[in-house]
T-cell receptor, first 111, second 112 residues
Framework: GESVGLHLPTLSVQEGDNSIINCAYS??????FIWYKQESGKGPQFIID?????DKRQGQRVTVLLNKTVKHLSLQIAATQPGDSAVYFC??????????FGPGTRLSVLP | KAGVTQTPRYLIKTRGQQVTLSCSPI?????VSWYQQTPGQGLQFLFE???????NKGNFPGRFSGRQFSNSRSEMNVSTLELGDSALYLC???????????FGPGTRLLVL
């Protein structure tokens, strides 16, 4: 189904700490996933992706974990910085179909 | 490469009018998708075009339509605007199925 984002969960972390943002996806047939970051007034920005044949993928300061058994995706941000403050979306995809987005999580980095 | 571009960036219309939004994808990307983003509903998929053909469609009324040209540029049209159509309209492009999708900055539409 489509995203029904009625409430936006908020995660507050201290600058320098690690952040973990979670996402429960809906379709067990989904085999491609993307994390996006959206800052106020801007379009979503690609952060990292992962395919279903992987459990973990690392980028610069970010790691995505995929647990297909419980349909769960997480984004870990190391040494969180003020510039990381934004809304983070996970998106799931089945080959040939459109992406479906989660409701998003607002990350607030405290000084 | 230049990113996804959308025009106009801001638009104010009145109820009953119609509007056309434009999207230029990243060079080489053949797929263009459109989304509506509102605070209450999040990111909602409108439709996707690939090589000038609509491939996927979301749950929006027929007032929302789109098309894609041979150069992969896409337009989205909303007829008989309603107050509830006020939103950020986002365009995203990707080279093909299950490739990474990149977003443009969006067009913010306000319907009065």
């Amino acid at each position: 189904g489509e995203s029904v984002g009625l409430h936006l969960p908020t995660l507050s972390v201290q600058e320098g700490d690690n952040s973990i943002i979670n996402c429960a996806y809906s379709n067990s047939a989904s085999d491609y996933f993307i994390w996006y970051k959206q800052e106020s007034g801007k379009g979503p920005q690609f952060i990292i992706d992962i395919r279903s044949n992987m459990d973990k993928r690392q980028g610069q300061r970010v790691t995505v974990l995929l647990n297909k058994t419980v349909k769960h995706l997480s984004l870990q941000i190391a040494a969180t910085q003020p510039g990381d403050s934004a809304v983070y979306f996970c998106a799931e995809n089945v080959y040939g179909q459109n992406f479906v987005f989660g409701p998003g999580t607002r990350l607030s980095v405290l000084p | 490469k230049a990113g996804v571009t959308q025009t106009p960036r801001y638009l104010i219309k009145t109820r009953g009018q119609q509007v056309t939004l434009s999207c230029s994808p990243i060079s080489g990307h053949r797929s263009v998708s459109w989304y509506q983003q509102t605070p209450g509903q999040g990111l909602q998929f409108l439709f996707e075009y690939f090589s000038e053909t609509q491939r996927n469609k979301g749950n929006f009324p027929g007032r929302f339509s789109g098309r894609q040209f041979s150069n992969s540029r896409s337009e989205m049209n909303v007829s008989t605007l309603e107050l509830g159509d006020s939103a950020l309209y986002l365009c995203a492009s990707r080279p093909g199925p299950q490739e990474t999708q990149y977003f443009g900055p969006g067009t913010r539409l306000l319907v009065l």
